[in-house]
């Protein structure tokens, strides 16, 4: 066999492809890669207001003291007082 490179065109062919594939798999994965980043990033977020809004629902079950104004129902809920 000789070092010269082939010259076979099918095999220059398919040499060539399978770079395209690789160059468009790379950047592929680059960009899935970003985007599974902001979404962890998104997800730390909605969990650390998850836990502050938690947080205020279990504070006066805890505390046991009376609701304050901001717990009651708003007069415009109503309490099934309303007579058509």
Do not use: K
Not at 13 to 40: K, N, Y
Not at 49 to 78: F, K, N
């Amino acid at each position: 066999m000789s070092d010269a490179p082939s010259t076979d065109p099918a095999l220059l062919a398919r040499l060539e492809d399978l770079e395209v594939r690789a160059a468009f798999q790379e950047r592929t994965i680059g960009e899935l890669d970003s985007l599974v980043i902001a979404l962890f990033a998104r997800v730390e977020a909605l969990e650390a207001r998850l836990r502050v809004a938690e947080s205020r629902i279990e504070a006066p079950m805890v505390a046991g003291g009376p609701p304050s104004a901001d717990d009651e129902r708003p007069p415009h809920y109503g309490g099934g007082d309303f007579a058509p």
